[in-house]
């Protein structure tokens, strides 16, 4: 093999090592945002019903 080919595939194989840990990371924030959205959604959610429940007047 010539010394180009070499450094070839060594640039492929950092390429895809790369690439394996930045796809990693974003799908890894993406679940981060999505666990964060539901969560806001059901505190949005159990905030309202704790203010319906305690709002109700007492006969």
Same mark, same amino acid.
């Given at each position: 093999?010539?010394?180009?080919? +070499?450094?070839?595939?060594?640039?492929?194989? !950092?390429?895809?090592?790369?690439?394996?840990?930045?796809?990693?990371?974003?799908?890894?924030?993406?679940?981060?945002? !999505?666990?964060?959205?539901?969560?806001?959604?059901? =505190?949005? +959610?159990?905030? #309202?019903?704790?203010? =319906?429940? #305690?709002?109700?007047?007492? !006969?």
């Amino acid at each position: 093999m010539r010394g180009g080919t +070499i450094w070839t595939v060594l640039a492929v194989v !950092a390429a895809i090592v790369i690439a394996w840990f930045l796809v990693d990371a974003l799908l890894s924030l993406a679940w981060f945002i !999505a666990k964060l959205a539901i969560v806001l959604v059901v =505190a949005v +959610i159990v905030f #309202f019903a704790l203010r =319906a429940v #305690f709002s109700r007047p007492r !006969a």
